[in-house]
């Protein structure tokens, strides 16, 4: 990757506090820039930083312009390029106190020091080739990961196996290209260097390798962002009683008057390693009231994009009416069926009328959402129904929706090329295809880019990473 030149979004030496803001017990505090020693020697008591080794960690204090000691602080020194910014790295750790904190910073500023911007460290190892865009985002993942797989997903990225994979896309583009242009430059003595049948099989192959990576952002977004599970049912039927259930929390408002619930009601949960965004739904029915009507369309919507739907049967009055409505939409979703209310009737396996009705193969699970009764058994099988990828495996998932795009985008362009060889179609058309492709997975990566998509992608990062 090409070194991007630091004055193209702020250069000097940098500091932040990288640990969460507030009161602790021990706070980071992070210098990074061509001053970096030069700047913290002069707020140093202690051994001097021109004799510290790189990697070693030193015992010292922190004062101010007058003298005064602010804090006993650990501090620990990176030197260039072996740091996480490729610069000189000094990190402080001081003593939790947001005055502290404040003070300590203000001294650094005052000494020379800038205060870094959002996700600006992390910039300068981008723009330093510590890292390619893919794994600078990774970064921002590994931070704000909420369960074990989007954690195992976020650090496979950042580690770079997802770079290697589009690396190899990429040198088998470049081969492509190769023989493409190759035939080119003898077009005009009649020479075909091109074998058809091989050019024809190799953008196949990248044609599969991009839609398996496209195919996985699905999962990827279902494992960064929570798996939805919509919670369906006809009124009163309990829906958000279990909702309240499975998050053991009074999320939703309960009532036994028939369509309480209107529109959607949205909360996460954590079980078995695997986010999932619980989504409480309006009744369904048939109903007069436009605005019911809107909560409704809403259900259907949820149904749509969920990847498990829960299906609340009251089995106290076992109505199957909207029955055909509800298993037509859910079609093709991983669909599990509740029958709630069974503390009110213990005879309910009679009275379901479900088996003729039901998919064959389709999980029921019998609760008490009101008492909690069982609730930890659909737990279970909610999480043995939920079809994710084996996050421990060494498979790519793509968690990223400007990846995803990108690789639309590029898939779109190997599909051309590959009409194109097709349809016998002169090699200078087929190469605009591929350049095309090997563009979009450049933006992946940060090979080709703008410094406003930069802007865009770091300014969500916190400060101090």
């Not at 009074?250 to 369509?259: E, F, K, P």
């Not at 969920?306 to 055909?324: K, P």
């Not at 019998?366 to 990828?389: C, F, G, N, R």
Request: net charge negative.
């Amino acid at each position: 990757m090409n070194t991007i030149d630091l004055t193209d979004f702020g250069s000097g030496t940098i500091c932040a506090v990288s640990t969460p803001q507030g009161r602790g017990g021990i706070a980071v505090i992070r210098v990074s820039g061509p001053q970096a020693l030069d700047i913290v020697g002069r707020c140093w008591q202690g051994k001097s930083l021109a004799d510290m080794p790189s990697h070693t960690v030193h015992l010292g204090h922190l004062i101010d312009a007058t003298g005064d000691v602010l804090d006993q602080v650990v501090l620990t020194i990176y030197r260039a390029p072996n740091s996480f910014t490729g610069e000189d790295v000094v990190e402080l750790a001081c003593h939790g106190s947001t005055w502290i904190q404040q003070q300590a910073i203000q001294t650094l500023i005052d000494a020379g020091c800038r205060h870094a911007t959002a996700g600006e460290f992390t910039r300068r190892a981008f723009a330093n080739g510590r890292m390619d865009l893919s794994q600078a985002e990774a970064v921002a993942d590994v931070i704000e990961a909420q369960s074990r797989a989007a954690h195992h997903v976020a650090m496979s990225q950042m580690r770079g196996r997802y770079s290697e994979e589009l690396k190899g896309l990429r040198d088998k583009l470049l081969h492509f290209v190769s023989l493409i242009e190759l035939e080119l430059d003898f077009s005009e003595e009649d020479v075909n260097f091109a074998d058809r049948g091989e050019v024809t099989s190799l953008a196949q192959e990248i044609h599969s390798l991009i839609s398996r990576l496209a195919d996985s952002y699905r999962d990827g977004n279902a494992i960064r962002n929570g798996m939805p599970v919509a919670i369906v049912g006809q009124t009163n039927a309990g829906k958000s009683t279990l909702l309240n259930a499975l998050l053991r929390d009074d999320r939703a408002l309960v009532s036994n008057i028939h369509g309480t619930t209107r529109d959607t009601i949205e909360d996460t949960i954590v079980m078995g390693g695997i986010l999932f965004r619980f989504i409480d739904t309006a009744g369904i029915r048939q109903s007069s009231d436009a605005v019911e009507r809107m909560g409704i369309e809403r259900t259907w919507q949820a149904i749509d994009k969920a990847n498990v739907v829960l299906w609340i049967v009251d089995v106290t009055s076992a109505d199957t009416s909207m029955s055909s409505d509800i298993l037509n939409r859910c079609d093709g979703k991983a669909l599990i069926t509740v029958l709630n209310k069974t503390d009110l009737d213990d005879d309910y396996a009679a009275r379901s009328e479900l088996n003729d009705i039901l998919p064959e193969g389709t999980p029921v699970v019998a609760i008490s959402a009101k008492s909690e009764q069982d609730i930890e058994a659909l737990s279970e099988l909610i999480v043995k129904t939920a079809t994710l990828p084996n996050v421990d495996s060494d498979a790519v998932i793509v968690t990223n929706a400007r990846h995803y795009q990108a690789l639309t985008r590029a898939r779109d362009a190997i599909s051309r090329a590959i009409d194109g060889i097709n349809n016998g179609l002169s090699g200078d058309l087929l190469d605009q295809d591929i350049r095309e492709c090997l563009h979009w997975l450049g933006e992946i990566t940060g090979e080709i880019t703008t410094d406003n998509i930069l802007a865009e992608i770091f300014s969500h990062f916190c400060i101090g990473k």
